[in-house]
């Protein structure tokens, strides 16, 4: 036959509209990552082997931080101080999480609810009631004989405090994937209880613990707040940064600890993925959910942990509350709302908390739609494999970027003279693309993963009906995906709203964010106004997280029909 | 059967030459290769299908089925090669620019919508008038008798109900051609056979060229105008359900397609084959040079055990083993130390009295002997 002859025909196919679409987000979603993430990055490194007139020097800028001992000296601290917190965080989360996973304990809807309270208040906040408590005018500084709260002490109690929730969460989260017939057997083979621990528990757990460390140690190295509010004299990395680039203008030497500072971040982040690959799943398809039974000898000793713990963290929040109503620490206890009356202390009054709510409200209706968006063409755009993987790659470097890191090379980018975009400079959209890009990757796994579980059919049955891929990504993949956008949207609303690190260098007097104000006013020694703004964010973002549980509840009431199973 | 691995190749690879006859055929697919990395999935595959016609694509798991089906949609484009649908070359076309319709293995019903929106989301994409949608996508479900459950979301039917709503709306915008994949495997055997019955009459009755792609033969034998069987990337044989079982091309499609007693032997003349001390006589025997090394294929079914008027190979065995199937069994026989299992009914085993251990004599006709190159004695 003559088919048969010829030599069989190489296939082009032809891209569709469907692919020409998918292909365009991809590539926006790329372009959005280059221009507001990778080129500002760029400017930063450029700019740590520069000098003041812009001239190429090489290392000299990084020999001179060398030479300078106090700039080693507070690496150095950043790295104890981080260690420190992680070794003790790390026990005390496990056991929580432990808890909250393995015990027939009471209460544990509570305590999972106020372990992961801090998450909505600005960092700052345990290191503002620690002041009130062991600082100059505190009412238990005496207890400290002698010693002082501003410095380590101060920083790594109010870091445990901060970092607390993602432990928890990322312990809890490896926790729960046991598989009950692992602890049968163990039972049947008559192992002891700390054997199964050892054997079985720790094993399976493990990744979580190396993931939690990582993500524990790389929070404290790369925080601004608690370091600058409580850390007195004691440097470390970030207030080096803040110090050098805002202090004393010195851009070069504030780049070159900003690459310093991006170091441990990047390490971190290139072990936890290191140490992702290596955990083989312990859970398998078909293991069986792990349902604790009640034992008292286990139970009781967990709960009088949770509630040590919790009493620790609302006692820390009330103390700020308490001191936000207070006439005059320590010598007028009686309450008031003036320190509310924010116009006192600072020029811009309630407009900085009208302004974080602005800036947090773009970050998240801009956000997460955006997110989602450019997950699902990184997800479905098949034809370009080789782009998708390095976008894919892009929408996971900003977990790795410390804010403070990011600020500064947006001001390096952004002020530029030669940048088109510069006029962003100052305005409420700069604090929003940084916002954004500052907390992309979360959003971007969280979209991703949703995405994975649709049915991958969706789009080839859509293709055969002849319907847009736009069309059916409106009609199903968006109303199937409403709750996790959701999620997306209010993580990054609460995020936006807590933020020192990166805005701290962005905001122009009248976009002045809560969080900076807040700042500016514990400098000032303003410390009840400091924890009435402290509350203030608390209480926005627990305000938005309540309105997000209640909307979670009428989609889950107005979707049951087609979502139950 | 590790001997059916090692089937051999060469007359497959000789019968792909002589490709189908592709004058007036529907779809033509023509040297279809298509490699992941340095596997390759399809392997120079060529096919031809009638307008109206139901093909099953039917193998073992991973033998490339839904890769076949996938390149035919577009969903996965081949490497190389030319699928010509209706006379018109779509070989490089997206999926949206081909015309068919498609069923998934998971359903993939858009759990958002309900039953009514599912069969009509095509149409209504095409910006058609709400009522006109709403006519054609009611008739649509009376067609697969679902016209009560319109309103109900995809999670509150069965499985089988499901499978339905799937088909209604793969054929609601008219497709040339209907393609299925493994549409009933994840539903239970009884709604299973009654399903598939169903597909076969709405099939006739639209007069739509259907590919249906399954592993299980039952349901191939039972519903295909032509079975594909395929093997490794490759096509074994094409051909009417009982083309395939009764004169399989190959001895992987022998012992894939039913049951078969498979025994190596020998050639000793132009009309017997030699199997241990056994010697059968075998019509087949003389498209092979004597000395040849054969694999001697036998249905159970052929395996006589009336003493009739039979001319043919008389074998003496004794009884093994007894597995009742129902309205048949499967005796396990030994005749001079081969193992050959026969199929009878349970009238015929009750009529002769077989027990385990009892002697009884078998009748094999020559022309029931199937015989096909034993690659592995070849190459040895
Ligand atoms: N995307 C892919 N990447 C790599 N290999 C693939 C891919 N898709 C299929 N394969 C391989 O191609 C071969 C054929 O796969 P295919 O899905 O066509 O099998 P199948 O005949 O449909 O099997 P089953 O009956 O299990 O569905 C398999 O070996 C499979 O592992
Ligand atoms: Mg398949």
Known sequence: ?565 | MPDIAAAPRSDSAARQVEAPPTAGAYLVAERLTKRFGSFTALDDVSLAIARGEFVCFLGPSGCGKTTLLRAIAGLDPQDEGRIVQDGRDVSALSPSRRDFGIVFQSYALFPNMTVLANVGYGLSAQGRRRSEVETRARALLDLVGLADQWWKYPAQLSGGQQQRVALARAIAMNPGLLLLDEPLSALDALVRVHLRAEIKSLQRRLGITTIMVTHDQEEALSVADRIVVMNRGRIEQVGTPDEVYRTPASFFVAGFVGHMNALPGTVTDAGTVAVGRALIAADAARDFPTGAAVQVCIRPEDILVHPGAQNGTWLATAVRGIEYLGSIARVSLEAHGLPLVAEMSDAALRSLGLVPGVSITVSIAPSRVLLFPRADATKA
Not at chain 1, 123 to 136: D, E, K, Q, R, V
Not at chain 1, 216 to 243: C, H, R
Not at chain 1, 265 to 278: I, K, M, P, Q
Not at chain 1, 372 to 387: C, D, Q, R
Request: include cysteine; aromatic fraction near 10%.
């Open chain 1, 1 to 565: 036959m003559t088919a048969a002859a010829r030599a069989a025909q190489r296939v082009r196919p032809v891209r569709s509209t469907d692919d020409v679409v998918l292909i365009a987000v991809v590539a926006l979603g790329g372009l959005f990552l280059a221009v507001a993430l990778a080129a500002p990055l760029g400017a930063l490194l450029a700019k740590s082997f520069q000098d003041e007139a812009g001239r190429f020097v090489g290392l000299a800028n990084y020999i001179r931080y060398v030479e300078t001992p106090a700039l080693l000296g507070s690496l150095w601290n950043s790295l104890w101080v981080a260690a420190l917190t992680t070794a003790i965080v790390l026990p005390l989360a496990f056991g929580y999480a432990y808890a909250l996973t393995r015990s027939a304990m009471p209460g544990k809807a509570f305590f999972r609810a106020i372990a992961l309270l801090p998450i909505l208040a600005p960092s700052l906040l345990p290191a503002l009631a620690l002041i009130y408590l062991f600082g100059n005018q505190g009412m238990l500084k005496p207890l400290l004989m002698g010693g002082t709260i501003y410095g380590p002490a101060g920083i790594i109690v109010s870091e445990v405090f901060y970092c607390f929730p993602p432990a928890v969460l990322i312990l809890a989260t490896a926790l729960s994937g046991a598989d009950a017939r692992l602890y049968e057997a163990a039972e049947a083979l008559r192992a002891s209880r700390i054997r199964v621990m050892r054997t079985v528990t720790l094993p399976a757990a493990r990744y979580g613990m190396v993931s939690a460390g990582f993500v524990v140690f790389t929070l404290v190295i790369t925080d601004f707040g608690i370091p600058k509010v409580i850390g007195g004299s004691f440097n470390v990395l970030a207030t080096d940064v803040y110090k050098q680039v805002v202090g004393q203008q010195n851009f070069q030497m504030g780049a070159v600890v900003g690459m310093v500072l991006l170091a441990p971040a990047v390490l971190a982040y290139l072990a936890d993925g290191w140490a992702r690959r290596r955990q083989t799943s312990s859970v398998s398809a078909r293991a069986v959910p792990y349902v604790a039974k009640r034992r008292p000898k286990r139970d009781g000793p967990l709960l009088l942990h949770c509630a040590v713990i919790a009493a620790l963290m609302l006692g820390l929040i009330g103390v700020a509350a308490w001191g936000s109503l207070i006439t005059f620490w320590p010598w007028n206890l009686s309450l008031t709302l003036a320190n509310y009356e924010f116009g006192r202390f600072d020029s811009a009054g309630w407009g900085s908390w009208w302004n974080s709510v602005t800036l947090a409200a773009w970050t998240a209706a801009i956000g997460a739609p955006l997110v989602f968006v450019f997950a699902y063409g990184m997800e479905k755009a098949k034809t370009v494999p080789a782009l998708a993987g390095i976008v894919r790659f892009a929408a996971t470097v900003p977990l790795a970027v410390p804010g403070l890191v990011l600020g500064i090379a947006y001001i390096f980018y952004f002020n530029a003279p030669a940048n088109p975009a510069g006029f962003l400079y100052g305005t409420t959209g700069i604090l929003v693309l940084n916002s954004i890009v500052h907390f992309y990757t979360v959003g971007h796994l969280a979209s991703v993963t949703a995405l994975k579980q649709l049915d991958p059919e969706f789009e080839s049955v859509a293709a055969s009906l002849k319907v847009p891929v736009w069309r059916s990504f409106l009609a199903v993949t968006v109303p199937i995906s409403l709750p996790v956008i959701l999620d997306v949207a209010i993580y990054l609303f609460v995020n936006a709203m807590t933020t020192v690190s990166a805005v701290v260098f962005l905001y122009a007097p009248d976009t002045k964010p809560a969080s900076v104000a807040l700042v500016q006013m514990d400098e000032a020694g303003q410390a009840s106004a400091a924890a009435a703004m402290a509350i203030t964010i608390l209480a926005t973002s627990a305000a938005v997280k309540a309105l997000h549980v209640w909307t979670d509840g009428v989609i889950a009431r107005r979707t049951q029909a087609w979502r139950s199973r």
